[in-house]
């Protein structure tokens, strides 16, 4: 397989879709529009405003982790899955979708337990798995 180029990514503050060289993925490229970041490893936060055209207009891999504040193993996971956006930055997009602020989206993705973690691409989604996941086990899944 080749490697484009550029990539689209799409930000998650203010919804321009930027183009960046494939070479500068991994070197905190900003927002042509905004100027905040846009692979800073660090999961962004999806929300029913952002999510089609993030998803949607990032040409990686986007690992949507579903979850709420009450959820125990949400929360324990939490801190792989922050790891886990370190690790790939650059190469895959980790988001997180609140479900308690977004049932809709929730709703959308028949989701029935958190976490789950359902990973995307090109706006569709290729897997998921539900439960709380090690990181090893989020890298993979993610890239
Ligand atoms: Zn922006």
């Known amino acids: 397989m080749t490697t484009p180029e550029s990539r689209h990514i799409a930000c998650a503050h203010c919804g321009a879709t930027n183009r960046v060289p494939s070479a500068r993925l991994q070197?905190?490229?900003t927002c042509g529009r905004c100027g905040?970041?846009?692979l800073d490893g660090h999961p962004v936060e999806l929300t029913d405003a952002n999510f089609d055209t993030v998803v949607g207009k990032t040409d990686l891999p986007v690992l949507v982790d579903f979850?709420?504040?009450w959820c125990g193993p949400c929360r324990m996971m939490a801190?792989?899955?922050?790891q886990a956006a370190g690790q790939l930055k650059g190469r895959a997009l980790l988001a997180k979708v609140n479900s308690d602020d977004h049932p809709q989206l929730s709703a959308r993705f028949g989701i029935r337990s958190i976490p789950t973690l359902v990973r995307l691409e090109g706006g569709q989604e290729?897997?998921?798995r539900s439960g709380a996941l090690p990181g090893g086990q989020i890298v993979a899944m993610a890239s």
């Open 27 to 29: 070197d905190d490229p």
């Open 36 to 38: 905040r970041a846009l």
């Open 67 to 69: 979850w709420a504040p």
């Open 79 to 82: 801190p792989a899955f922050e």
């Open 126 to 128: 290729v897997s998921r």
